[in-house]
């Protein structure tokens, strides 16, 4: 028996340090399981709530309850007798319904959500119109909301930690305890140790950002905490054309018309783990081919009437932080940064149109919703839709970046490409089913030789949107048809995919940068400001490979060219086939500040709504242990023998002392030595 | 909440030595020095017995290697603070307030120098599973029983007051040259330890008895050496 062992180990403890420095084996390892942890819901704020889930300080315990059926769970709420208890449920069971009734019960201390076996017809806890308060008065409509299977659940404060939990290791093991000390005679829960969780995931901030930030900043000891950070990252963008002339490339191209390409960058969901394959990968696999092929079209030819920026906005789920941050520095000239003399200063007016490429599943149509119709640029699209089918909506504008465009240039000629009509037709939104299995997704591993692919997928989709876009935006700033046989290259789309989706240390990731990274997706939750985001340096690097111009050999002296506030030279692969083979490239891309500015404008108001205002709370520990709670009974005999002997040993000891000297005898000092 | 849990075994493990301590040793200072003083002795030798243990790399994994050169280092440890302690007489004389009676009754500072090394060795021997039984948790998740927390606590008690009645026991056959109960003291102690070493099969209450049988059996040796008697036990309960 295990527990033996351990008695003699500790008796042994007596020998020595023994175990410090042998195997270091505590009595801990032996009475607690710890379990993947790592998928916890968090606390975040904005101006005027807190939202998510936050522990008890030193964590919520609860004895386990394993529910595999809707009844399951109704039954601990109504019958259990051994409070409070940890429910471990199915993703098909974690609805809205369910969370009110969790949270008005008091027996219930935290709650563990696994992945359900059966498939899901919808789950997604966005708000049926995301981003209310940021998008444009009126364009959700209550009865045609963008997200209609939203439950709003990443928007309520719920007062029990959550953890998400995929790790069969983990599961089988609180699934097994379970059975074993607490699923049968239920009357008699209290009389007995249960199987029970320690969830730890404690936030420290509380009540809203403005209170947190006034307490992070307060100065009262010299140790400040940090109680919560703004929600931050970077945007991507880059140009088309260099915005710099010149022999030299020195002097400001000033005066020049734009074209902006947008995108996001970012999702979330209620743990922390992102999907996002249809929002935001669809459109930013788009981009990427479309800027690609753009380049591909416009190399040799710099007859240019307007410049293209593609910019991928990031943190746009959380209030647009992105386009605000963008919108905000464009209308005061401080975009891009170090503009004025080195780089010609852009501002709002000087956007002559505004394309916006949100979620492009594979569906029948796509649809270009506007509220100022770019009539031409709409018949370039028609003219250049080639097999697509291309709709128009005018009625109310789904949620994008688009929308803080709007309101500070109301005129803005602008439309959003998107493949749904009203709702949308993804019914996982900002959740951790919106996987590669809801975009039908499968990696082709194309190489440039094999271009044939057979059967429809996603990639032929975004290649044929990508290449209706570049075509249109060709014509656009040339003022000419594009009369070529070039078309969006699937092999890099299929790559980006799979990049985004499945492994991250992908042939794209490979061609522009060395680090060898884990092959997994990376994660797509913007994050706080100060924490790295691989992600957003490596989507930058991807739009700066494919919008770069070629200028010799890869080599060391390559990043040696003269440093330009306007263009960055990197050795990058020359091509997706060819890795090894470096070239240097001359890139426009550069990134800009994703924080909103809500925290960076002095006394800024918090109550006017006019920026978004998300942060994200600090925590410690973030732990999920699984051990056995004793019984009351248990316990009190334990205090009671403790106490017993305690007192007794007071009173005997006490007595003896008092007759000592009747109790023995003053011994001889003549004593004669005695043998055995 | 095993808080409970936690306070139950101290009160345990701890409360009969605090008894002693408070009634027989905290009134006079030259005691309290005796007891530390023993207490760094029992610490000395575990740390020979660690350093032994950590040369002899083949033998690492086998317990009953350590426990027995670590009985034998405890034992040496208790000769050498009885030479220090019946050395040091003449200089306690001088300055202890009831100096007749400290050094008339040779079973004094043996007592003491024993509960000092039983006081460390107990504490030793639980404070790190105390440490982890303020947790929410108990024993028995991973095999073990709920009762672990109490058996050690008893285990450690035990051991607190054997090392009290071997000091009694072992610094007054070393007074009046009776090999034979040294022989006796050591050879309870080796088998007390190794009994220790039988939890894995047989389980906390087949060590506990023998343990404690053990005990009663040094207990009354103890008494009857320190000048007990039956008749002595009967006068001072009858109270005449």
Known sequence: MDFNKKTTLFRLIIISSVLMIGNGIRTKDKMYENIDASKACFRRLNATHQIGCTSERGGSTGAIHFCASQSDLDFIIKNGTAPPYVPIIPTNLFTSENIARLKKTPKISGLLVYPSESPLQHFTHEQQ????????????????????????????????????????????????????????????????????????SFMYAATNSSTCIRRSNAFTNLNPVRFCDPLGDQNVWAALYPLVKGANLTEPNRNAKYIIVGARLDTTSMFDKTAGAVSPVTGLVALLATAKLLKEMTTNDNNYEKNVLFVIFNGETYDYIGSQRFVYELLRGKFPAKSGDYLPEITIDDIDLFVELSQLNWTETVVAHYLNKPSDFLLKLYANKGGLNLDEASDGLPPGSLHTFLKNRTELPSLILTDHRNGYLNNFYNSIYDNATNLNYVYLNLSKSSDSVVGDNIQKHIQNVSTMLAKSLYSEITSKSYFGEKIADLQFIDELFYCYLEDSNCRVHQAIQKLELRQQPLSLYIGVELAPHFITTLVGLTLGWVTGDVVGEGNANCTNEPKNYALRYYNMSQSLDDLNTTLCYRITMNFTEAVSPAFIIDGYDWSSGQYSTWTESTWGDIKLRIFLKPSAAHENMTIAIGSIVFIFSLIFVYFVKSRSHILFAPQLPTLAPTNC | MTLVEFFGCTFLAFGPPFAMFVFTIAHDPVRIII???????????????????????????????????????????????????????????KITDDSTQLIENKHILAYVS???????????????????????????????????????????????????????????????????????????????????????????????????????????????????????????????
């Open chain 1, 129 to 200: 119109c995301p981003n209310p308060a940021s998008s444009l008065p009126g364009s959700c409509k209550a009865t045609n909301v963008w997200n209609p299977h939203g439950t709003g659940l990443l928007y309520h404060d719920i007062p029990f930690p959550v953890f998400y939990v995929e790790s069969v290791e983990s599961l089988t093991f609180a699934k097994e305890c379970f059975e074993k000390y607490n699923n049968f005679s239920f009357g008699g829960q209290r009389d007995r140790s249960l199987c029970s969780l320690q969830l730890l």
């Open chain 2, 114 to 240: 024993g509960l000092g090394f039983g006081i460390i060795s107990g504490a030793f021997s639980l404070v790190n599973i105390l440490a982890d039984a303020v947790g929410p948790g108990t024993m028995g998740l991973k095999g073990g029983n709920e009762m672990f927390f109490l058996t050690s606590a008893a285990t450690g008690l035990c051991f607190t007051l054997l090392h009290t009645f071997w000091g009694v026991i072992f610094f007054n056959a070393l007074d009046n040259s009776n090999k034979c109960y040294v022989g006796v003291v050591v050879v309870s102690h080796l088998l007390s330890s190794c009994i220790t070493l039988l939890n894995f099969k047989v389980g906390p209450a087949g060590t506990l008895i023998p343990l404690y049988f053990n005990l009663v059996l040094m207990g009354l040796m103890a008494y009857r050496v320190a000048g007990g008697s039956y008749a002595s036990f009967k006068s001072c309960i009858t109270f005449k």
């Open chain 2, 35 to 93: 007891l530390i003083a023993a207490a760094f002795f029992w610490l000395v030798s575990l740390l020979l017995s660690s350093l032994w243990w950590y040369i002899v790399v083949p033998l690492r994994q086998d317990l009953a290697f350590g426990v027995v050169f670590s009985v034998f280092f405890q034992e040496t440890f208790r000769y050498i603070i009885y030479k220090i302690l019946r050395k040091a007489e003449n200089g306690l004389k």
